[in-house]
């Protein structure tokens, strides 16, 4: 019984630190493009059937006498 006199405080102190961090990364702006990464992943500039791709890949090949 003893030990739950000690654990309250502890529970109180962590859960206002959790809930400090929180609103610091709200204003911090961690929050504000949720879909950013999600679109991004998305497109692939690695795509060899787009022409400026090709391209890179072509001087590549030339750079590199064995890479056949």
């Known amino acids: ?3 739950i ?3 309250i405080p502890l529970m109180i102190i962590l859960g206002l630190v959790g809930v400090v961090i929180f609103f610091w ?3 911090s702006g961690q929050y ?3 879909e950013g990464d999600a ?3 998305l497109m692939d500039d690695d795509d060899p059937l ?3 791709n090709n391209k ?3 001087d590549d090949k030339r750079n590199w006498p064995d890479a056949d």
């Open 25 to 27: 990364s709200v204003r």
């Open 1 to 3: 019984m003893e030990v």
């Open 39 to 41: 679109n991004r992943i």
């Open 56 to 58: 890179k890949n072509e």
């Open 5 to 7: 006199y000690g654990l």
């Open 32 to 34: 504000e493009d949720m």
């Open 50 to 52: 787009l022409p400026d």
